[in-house]
């Protein structure tokens, strides 16, 4: 059973090019199912003791839509929230929709099965003073991960890059005395974001007090390197907002995309364009963006200093 998830899970990297965090999610989801369907009897009831191994699914042909429905019970019943529970169903009715594509199994148990309506939330962000506070932090150390820390959250506020797109630059990247940083997208598109000039004196603070004692190779290429000297993972990343976002107690749930959606709250509020604001995230679609337009109205923000647009 499982060959067949990594199977399907090479064909979303190698065709679809899906990123390394969607195929994880997948991974993770498609295992959760299996280990469902192998831990309960043919009626998706939890297996006893003395239940026999017969009653049990063991391979993909065999599954059937109760099993699929008793999925979905169990995932509600563990307390999901909706969204995940939406995006579980969604990533098991993709992967059965494969299975008949390759024809392995000959009919889809999750046929016009609906999954849990989500409905939009909005995303949370920080006010203008979190903001202030948690770039505030690392200045506080002279250390190189302070000084790494720093450029890393100035230039994701001062720019609104998703945390995966910050991660993989590399140092020709990024222009500090120009004032523009040039990044890859969803779907390999690439964009030039202008940096405000007190980001960008920040980033090359970095370059020439922190990251040379940081990197251990000269043909290291990554901007921002962990202490081992190798490319930053978003995990780390996430794990260093974290300690910053406890130190200035917070009460919003600080994610990877926080100082992203913060910073699209902010411009908003401070009167820049919606076309504008969408081609500085690089959203396909300015319906993305304008969800964001709600939580300028929420807020009544200070105007930020240099409020960045997009060049000619």
């Known amino acids: 059973m499982q060959q067949a998830?990594?199977?399907y899970l090479g064909l979303l990297t190698a065709n679809r090019g899906f990123s390394d965090n969607t195929v994880a999610a997948y991974r993770n989801d498609l295992t959760q199912f299996e280990r469902f369907l192998l831990n309960t009897d043919a009626r998706g009831l939890a297996k006893t003791a003395s239940s026999s191994a017969a009653g049990s699914i063991i391979d993909w042909p065999e599954v059937t839509r109760v099993q699929v429905l008793?999925?979905?019970?169990?995932?509600?019943?563990?307390?999901?929230?909706?969204?995940?529970?939406?995006?579980?169903?969604?990533?098991?009715?993709?992967?059965?929709?494969y299975l008949v594509a390759e024809g392995i199994i000959?009919?889809?148990?999750?046929?016009n099965l609906d999954s849990p309506k989500v409905g939009k939330t909005l995303p949370r962000t920080l006010t203008v003073e979190e903001v202030d506070r948690l770039l505030e932090m690392p200045l506080r150390s002279t250390t190189p991960e302070g000084i790494r820390d720093s450029a890393m959250l100035q230039l994701l506020y001062a720019t609104g890059m998703r945390v995966s797109e910050m991660i993989a630059l590399n140092v020709d990247d990024i222009n500090c005395s120009a004032?523009?940083?040039?990044?890859?997208?969803?779907?390999?598109?690439?964009r030039i974001i202008p940096v405000r000039a007190?980001?960008?004196?920040?980033v090359e603070n970095y370059l020439e007090n922190g990251r040379p004692h940081l990197v251990k190779t000269r043909d290291e290429r990554a901007l921002f390197v962990n202490h081992r000297g190798d490319r930053l993972t978003r995990q780390g990343f996430w794990l260093i907002v974290k300690t910053y976002a406890?130190?200035?107690?917070?009460?919003?749930?600080?994610?990877?995309?926080?100082?992203?959606?913060?910073f699209a709250a902010h411009q908003l509020s401070s009167g820049a364009r919606l076309e504008d604001v969408r081609q500085l995230l690089g959203h396909a679609s300015i319906s993305t963006t304008q969800i964001y337009t709600q939580l300028a109205g929420l807020q009544r923000q200070k105007p930020m200093d240099e409020a960045a647009t997009v060049p000619n």
Do not use: M, W
């Open 246 to 262: 406890r130190a200035i107690g917070t009460e919003t749930n600080i994610t990877p995309h926080t100082l992203r959606h913060s």
């Open 5 to 7: 998830i990594e199977d």
């Open 106 to 111: 000959k009919t889809d148990p999750t046929e």
């Open 70 to 97: 008793a999925f979905v019970l169990f995932l509600k019943d563990k307390r999901y929230a909706t969204s995940t529970v939406a995006r579980k169903v969604a990533a098991v009715k993709s992967f059965f929709h």
């Open 179 to 190: 004032g523009y940083v040039r990044c890859v997208g969803k779907s390999g598109k690439e």
């Open 198 to 202: 007190e980001s960008a004196q920040v």
